[in-house]
């Protein structure tokens, strides 16, 4: 098995500071199971750590998981602490699949989830965050991800540019 790490790009990808966001890892060495690929994530840890700290998220395509189980093992590959839904207190409405697997939303499928902060509404929140799709929606589904640094400095310079606007204004 080789233990190279493929990056892949996409059309919606974006660029932040000279970075690839979302980071996304492709499963070209066809890794074909799950033992394989935990294998894979503990030859390569350091430099996929290093690649969630620059970017802030890491997409993994092509890898094979099945099931909660599967992700479970997957993420729990990474050597992060574990979050269970009961740690979290969290008052929302989810289905605990495994220890460290749970759902994200039980909302019916018509309705839209508006982009968020995962997890704001608990008084303990976790360090990292995993998901997992185990079957993709027919349309619609995708997640959406921003980069909070990149968003506040953009929110900075905005309410710099209103400040002086209002003080020649006054």
Known sequence: MSSTIHFAQVETQHQY???DFPKIVANNDKIESIDLACEW???????????????????????????AEDFDKFS??????????????SNAVRINFTERVFTANEAPKDVEIFLHHEMAQT????????????????KGGQRQYVVLTVYLKRCRKWLQHWRMQWKQEA
Not at 76 to 89: D, I, N, P, Q
Not at 129 to 137: E, I
């Open 17 to 19: 500071d000279g970075l």
């Open 41 to 67: 994530v503990n030859a390569n840890l350091e430099q996929l750590k290093q690649e969630l700290a620059q970017s802030g998220v890491v997409l993994f395509r092509g890898f094979p998981l099945h099931s």
């Open 123 to 138: 008084p303990i929140s976790p360090d990292k965050l995993f998901f997992f799709c185990l079957s993709p929606a027919e």
């Open 76 to 89: 729990a590959a990474f050597g992060y602490e574990g979050f269970t839904y009961k740690e979290s207190l």
